[in-house]
């Protein structure tokens, strides 16, 4: 079983670019979740999807954020007109519901530098 | 009120001691609570998973439930160098959905 890969690892663009990030879950987790994670502080949630729905998105996501699971296998995280406070790292974990469990893995994670 | 609390730390225990990390919620209703362990400059890697009260064992480490107090804890017995990491905790809030709610993470320092 491999694990939840992203790309790429790391990203540095200057302000008011876009960027996009990948996330390849677990086979056959059905859901997917992108955290942010900023220095000293626990991930936060951003969006979750089960299979290609995306079933919730934070209240505190912006509108320059935004993602994709188009056929319920990888995701997308695209962020407009970046800005420095978008500097962070970008995770991204899958899930299977097992025995009514719900365990998320993380994948390696994006590293966003905005300049 | 976070919603998840734990103690920054660093949590400095010496080689071969028992590391006792602890965490408490605000949602009374919380049915699902995990513990992380992360690296610096890593990404979070599962370590426990407890959904009862009670005590669940996994090698050295112990998840330590208690829903009436809102707590939970997470035992490192004959803590190793290689344990020193952040130990973020995280639970699943009733109505939140499948997402989690994570603490800010305990730095554990493990010392020869």
């Known amino acids: 079983d491999t694990g939840v890969s992203q790309d790429p690892r790391h990203k540095i663009t200057k302000r008011g670019q876009n960027v996009t990030f990948r996330c390849d879950p677990i086979?056959?987790?059905?859901?997917l979740y992108w955290y942010r994670q900023t220095l000293g502080q626990g991930p936060e949630f951003l969006t979750y999807?089960?299979?290609?729905?995306?079933?919730?998105k934070s209240r505190l996501l912006s509108d320059r954020f935004s993602a994709e699971r188009p056929k319920g296998s990888f995701s997308t995280l695209e962020i407009q007109r970046t800005e420095q406070g978008d500097s962070a790292m970008y995770l991204c974990?899958?899930?299977?519901?097992?025995?009514?469990?719900?365990?998320?893995?993380f994948g390696p994670g994006t590293r966003l530098t905005v300049l | 009120q976070k919603e998840v609390e734990q103690n920054s730390g660093p949590l400095s225990v010496p080689e071969g001691a028992i590391a006792s990390l602890n965490c408490t919620y605000s949602?009374?209703?919380?049915?699902?609570f995990f513990w992380y362990r992360q690296y610096s400059g890593k990404s979070p890697e599962l370590i426990m998973s407890i959904y009862s009260n009670g005590d669940k064992e996994d090698g050295r480490f112990t998840a330590q439930l208690n829903k009436a107090s809102q707590y939970v804890s997470l035992l490192i017995r004959d803590s190793q160098p290689s344990d020193s990491a952040t130990y973020l905790c995280?639970?699943?809030?009733?109505?939140?959905?499948?997402?989690?709610?994570f603490g800010t993470g305990t730095q554990l320092k493990v010392e020869l």
């Open positions: 949602d009374r209703g919380s049915q699902s």
């Open positions: 086979s056959e987790h059905n859901r």
């Open positions: 995280a639970v699943n809030p009733p109505g939140g959905g499948n997402k989690l709610t």
């Open positions: 999807f089960q299979n290609e729905a995306q079933l919730e």
């Open positions: 974990a899958s899930s299977r519901r097992r025995q009514g469990a719900d365990t998320q893995y």
